[in-house]
């Protein structure tokens, strides 16, 4: 989403209605970039900078745009590509820095001259020897700066260009950039490739400007790339404001009706995409002509729409007509029709479509497997309505092969998640198919297939254990959701019962639980309760809890009376000694092996569907996701731990080495691909408690402080380290940190370490 924003932070040109007249007044960053680049091109490169002669004519001091391009892409890892660098040039170009020897407004990565602001001064002076040292200095992070802001440059350069000068990269970059938009979250990705052919840029630079008026005649759409405007009707003022990513203008074409309001700028500086009328009934007419309808009873059950691409690429003769039509919308039911109908045998099944594959991921969403399983069923037993014996027979065999496919990717996906009643109706299908192959010889190979399957996604209910010590030590293993769990729930008095409960379990039935082995269940509510005494009350549909609280967070069951006199425990408060004496003995590039070790079992453990479930609430689908709350937690509990360890650390002098040592370990880290943890330590190490602590910052070497930078730069793939004398220590210890995540205790322990200055 960044060019909706980050153009708009750095861009402070003054735009006239007609931007060939700009008047280009740079920002001082932007011009700071462009005199750091010109003094490191002069430090590195000095022959790029130089009078040239093109057809008799002599442009003083200038640089040719391919080798701009070459020489940034040799200077930093952060630049990736040509066209990545061309849009980082833009930046300088967009705002005068750099310009063009013709005025041309977009940068090319040809053989054309552009010379630099600096160099279009008679009496410019030379950059001194400090000011070339400073621009060395800097420049590292002056192409990260660029490479952040350069895509959105390179946007609003292809968008002034002409439609019919697009070239593909530049219909796909506009594209990419046209996904991130929310006023065109809902169109095609046909409509949203034609759209990237025809949207034109336009920016108007006053607060107060109309774009038009009410009751003109509506001759464009728009849509807010940046800033806001507001909607204005006669006699009723303004009415309501649009944003970033709003769209305005459509109902006037749509209708071929005047203008049902007046649009005012609401500031000023702002940047909008325009559809032309014609352009976008064009679209329109496109769209219609390529929709295919099938109704039941007056209502729209199915819509496809022709894949342009699709037919491009499909082979004349060819049976892949699934490929030339995509589903738009439909009841569950019709699509999951269309898809069978339209799934190849002829490719043994051996070919994904992706559209079957987000109907059998995505499905949980708009039909449960309740509803689901009995559709499959009929499906299955579905016969040919007409036609003679022998084309009957041949449907009833190929539908009933596509079925069983399909059976068998939803289970080989769902495995895990299923409920009995979908076990139930898997052995049912098992057997309806066992039966079919008796008199079906070509369904067996399928059979087989199948048993194979069903059988590798069933599994035993496991006993699990949260909170109660040493679960830690052993290998992760996936949680599932009808797996059980040990968990300790407290009560006001601190008394803790430990009930034993499916983890899918809703907060109802862990009340009833814990209502069992109290005795009573008179108005129990379920609180979750963090050690800086933040209280969360669970509603009774809310599904597995226990792996949504905080890291030193407790599960207490009260009556709704005692939530005001709920406490932390003691134990919630964390460590009151930190771990040093151990933790100094072991080897940082160890500690960030076993660290990335334990993170990738915690990460293989989570199901892509918990993703699904987390997106979509998982109170909706009565699905767990504790897999993947686990591996978002120890993000948290590493960032805790970090600060934990430098704020109990009492001694200035071994604080340095702790910082210095965290630094090694997020180094590692990231050679070890572990992005994870290096975030969460840097984020630690950023928290105010610890940045705060300016006597130990001092004390630091700027060669260990600029390790982090060297991180951000370098690949690395190494091999594990040689277990040392310490290895089952660090593997022990990374996987219990004991931390304290109270944040103003954390506070309060800094400012013991450091008292404020006065």
């Not at 009078?51 to 002599?58: A, E, F, S, W």
């Not at 352009?279 to 769209?287: A, G, K, Q, Y």
């Not at 295919?292 to 499909?314: A, F, T």
Request: charged fraction near 25%; hydrophobic fraction near 40%.
């Amino acid at each position: 989403f960044g060019f909706l924003y980050l153009g708009g932070n750095y861009i402070c040109l003054q735009k006239k209605k007609n931007e060939s007249e700009s008047v280009q007044v740079p920002c001082e960053k932007i011009l700071r970039a462009g005199k750091i680049l010109h003094n490191a091109i002069l430090s590195r490169a000095p022959h790029m900078i130089r009078d040239r002669k093109y057809h008799l004519q002599t442009y003083r001091r200038c640089c040719v745009g391919t080798e701009l391009v070459d020489w940034q892409m040799l200077q930093s890892s952060c630049v990736h590509s040509r066209i990545q660098a061309v849009g980082m040039w833009q930046v300088l170009l967009e705002e005068g820095v750099l310009n063009h020897v013709d005025g041309e407004t977009g940068f090319q990565d040809k053989y054309l001259f552009y010379r630099f602001l600096v160099d279009e001064q008679e009496d410019a002076l030379m950059a001194s020897e400090e000011e070339r040292r400073e621009s060395q200095e800097e420049l590292q992070d002056t192409l990260l700066f660029l490479s952040q802001i350069g895509p959105d440059a390179l946007l609003r350069m292809i968008l002034r260009k002409p439609p019919s000068e697009r070239t593909p990269d530049d219909l796909e970059i506009v594209y990419e950039e046209l996904l991130h938009i929310k006023a065109l979250s809902h169109l095609s990705t046909t409509v949203k490739r034609q759209l990237a052919g025809v949207l034109i840029f336009e920016s108007h630079e006053r607060a107060g400007t109309v774009l038009f008026h009410q009751g003109e005649e509506g001759t464009s759409w728009y849509i807010i790339l940046k800033g806001s405007v507001n909607v204005v009707i006669y006699g009723k003022g303004v009415v309501c404001t649009l944003h970033e990513g709003d769209d305005f203008g459509k109902l006037a074409l749509v209708n071929d009706a005047p203008r049902a309001a007046s649009i005012v700028l609401r500031e000023d500086n702002c940047h909008f995409l325009r559809v032309d009328k014609e352009d976008f009934n064009s679209i329109l007419r496109d769209v219609e002509a390529n929709t295919v309808r099938l109704k039941e009873h007056g209502q729209d059950v199915l819509v496809l729409e022709k894949s342009l691409s699709g037919s491009r690429n499909s082979v004349p003769g060819s049976s892949a007509a699934h490929h030339k039509y995509n589903i738009m919308s439909g009841t569950p039911e019709k699509i999951l029709e269309h898809l069978l109908e339209m799934m190849r045998l002829d490719s043994q099944f051996t070919e994904s479509d992706s559209a079957l594959d987000d109907f059998v991921l995505m499905h949980c969403v708009f039909i449960p497997n309740s509803q689901l399983c009995p559709v499959l069923r009929c499906s299955y037993h579905a016969q040919a309505s007409q036609g003679s014996e022998l084309e009957k027979l041949d449907y009833t065999l190929n539908n009933k092969r596509r079925v069983i496919w399909l059976v068998m990717k939803w289970a080989a996906v769902h495995g895990q998640h299923l409920q009995q009643e979908d076990v139930v109706f898997l052995e049912e299908f098992l057997m309806a198919v066992s039966d079919d192959a008796k008199v079906l010889p070509a369904l067996r190979d399928q059979l087989t297939e199948l048993e194979r399957t069903i059988k590798s996604r069933l599994h035993k209910v496991l006993l699990q254990h949260f909170n109660m010590g040493d679960e830690k030590l052993q290998k992760r293993q996936p949680i599932r959701g009808d797996d059980e769990i040990l968990f300790k729930v407290y009560c006001c008095d601190h008394t803790y019962t430990t009930i034993r409960v499916p983890v899918a379990s809703s907060v109802a039935e862990v009340l009833e639980a814990v209502a069992d082995k109290l005795g009573s269940a008179e108005d129990l509510i379920l609180v979750g309760l963090s050690s800086a005494g933040e209280k969360v009350l669970y509603k009774p549909n809310d599904v597995s809890v226990f792996s949504t609280l905080s890291i030193n967070g407790r599960l207490f069951a009260c009556q709704r009376d005692q939530l005001d006199v709920l406490m932390p425990l003691p134990e919630q408060e964390g460590p009151s000694v930190g771990s040093l004496v151990n933790f100094e003995m072991m080897s940082s590039k160890d500690v960030a092996y076993h660290m990335t070790f334990y993170d990738w079992e915690l990460f293989h453990c989570v199901h892509e569907l918990e993703l699904i479930y987390h997106t979509f609430g998982r109170q909706h689908v009565k699905k767990t996701t504790v897999n993947l709350d686990l591996f978002l937690q120890r993000f948290n509990e590493i960032q805790f731990w970090v600060i934990t360890e430098v704020c109990l650390c009492s001694q200035l002098n071994k604080r340095v080495q702790l910082l210095k040592k965290f630094i090694k370990i997020a180094a590692h880290c990231k050679e070890y691909k572990n992005l994870n943890a290096f975030f969460a330590i840097i984020m630690g190490l950023s928290n105010p408690a610890v940045s705060r602590l300016s006597q130990t910052w001092e004390r630091m070497i700027a060669k260990t402080v600029k390790t982090v930078r060297y991180c951000r730069s370098q690949t690395f793939s190494p091999d594990s380290p040689l277990a040392g004398k310490h290895h089952p220590d660090v593997w022990t210890y990374v996987r219990q940190l004991s931390v304290i995540d109270n944040q103003r205790t954390l506070t309060q322990l800094s400012h013991g370490l450091e008292p404020r200055r006065s």
